[in-house]
């Protein structure tokens, strides 16, 4: 009986759970071992019990758009309201009219200044994933659901998960890779192991000594209410233009915030949820009393920034340089925003990459 091929993918990010997930659905005897770095899975797309504020919230709010077809596919999301306002704050004005805002939906898409994302992502965004019909235009955004209804559910594809296993080194024979060096011991490869990256671009460059990513931030601030908070027009969420947040998200008792490239905001951390606050209350035509409990969050390396730059250093295929590696990964993607849909397509192609390279007994 001919040995199960294994797959050895580094990084159980949405990605790389994707990539188990694809091997598995093609290859049902294939052997999937995956390899953490953390002690959780979901890369940076997971959700916690926080302590402070006595409930559960996500590591960051995820969008899903109704024309991410891959993404609500994989967690059931047939139809998506579409009920988009958009608050411009020096002008105090609600605005349904999407189009009208298509740098500030640039900036949230790509984490970098509109002006400085390319016509080849731009067109990517506007013509594929965003093409201005009501159901592309939909909107589902995690609720403290992230792990329960988008990681937990991969666990069964892969057959082993190394927690706390840091890749540090690979050894190659020129040709293929032949053994992982990781802070839990060496892992030999056989002649027919694959070997998939599903790292992010900061852990893959120290890895395998390419070119440096610059990276933008995210920041993102959680608000736990006593009661309910209402959005004008009874939305449950809403652009915020020209003001602090980029974006606010309500689910319940959270209120949610997220600033897209932080860099390129005069931002006080100290001060930022009292702003925040303060200019919410603006929105709401209220004056509270007091501050809720609130966690804040600086993701320093949240995506790669998605200018002309560091898209053109994007990997044009899966293929990793030895016959045996091939990547996946959002920032992999080139020509495509970083988000859930770019991690799944990415697992999916460097899973039909690898199969191809098989069949021609790579």
């Not at 605005?95 to 740098?103: P, Q, T």
């Not at 600033?259 to 951390?269: R, V």
């Not at 209350?281 to 809720?292: E, I, K, W, Y």
Request: proline share 3%; glycine share 6%; with cysteine.
């Amino acid at each position: 009986m001919q040995n199960k091929k294994t797959y050895h993918i580094l990084g159980a990010g949405v990605a790389g759970l994707m990539c188990a997930r694809f091997i598995k659905k093609k290859d049902k005897e294939a052997n999937v071992v995956l390899y953490e770095a953390s002690n959780h899975l979901g890369g940076r797309c997971f959700s916690y019990e926080d302590e402070e504020l006595g409930c559960r919230v996500d590591n960051a709010t995820h969008v899903i758009l109704g024309g991410n077809r891959c993404a609500c596919a994989l967690v059931g999301l047939k139809k998506l309201p579409y009920k988009t306002y958009f608050w411009n704050v020096k002008k105090d004005t609600l605005s349904r009219r999407a189009y009208n805002y298509r740098k500030h939906i640039l900036k949230s898409m790509c984490n970098t200044k509109p002006e400085d994302v390319p016509q080849s992502l731009i067109k990517t965004i506007f013509w594929r994933l965003f093409p201005w019909s009501k159901k592309s235009l939909g909107v589902y955004f995690s609720k403290q659901d992230l792990s329960q209804r988008l990681i937990n559910p991969q666990q069964i594809y892969p057959d082993e998960i190394h927690y706390n296993c840091k890749i540090l080194q690979i050894e190659s024979d020129g040709v293929r890779i032949c053994r992982l060096y990781s802070n839990q011991g060496i892992i030999e490869l056989k002649r027919d192991d694959i070997v998939i990256s599903a790292l992010d671009a900061a852990a893959y460059s120290r890895l395998f000594g390419t070119d440096k990513f610059d990276f933008n931030s995210i920041i993102n601030v959680y608000f736990k209410t006593s009661q309910t908070i209402h959005l004008p027009r009874n939305v449950s969420y809403m652009g915020i233009v020209d003001g602090i947040a980029d974006w606010v998200f309500v689910n319940d008792g959270i209120v949610s915030f997220s600033i897209s490239d932080a860099e390129s905001k005069d931002i006080n951390l100290k001060t930022l949820p009292q702003d925040l606050w303060k200019q919410f209350d603006t929105l709401r035509g209220v004056n509270s009393a007091f501050l809720p409990p609130h966690r804040l969050l600086v993701h320093k390396m949240a995506t790669i920034r998605q200018d002309a730059f560091n898209n053109a250093k994007r990997p044009e295929s899966a293929f990793g340089g030895y016959l045996n590696l091939f990547l996946a990964g959002d920032w992999t993607m080139k020509n495509w925003p970083c988000c859930l849909e770019a991690a799944i397509l990415s697992a999916r192609r460097a899973v039909n990459t690898a199969l191809k390279a098989q069949e021609k007994n790579f």
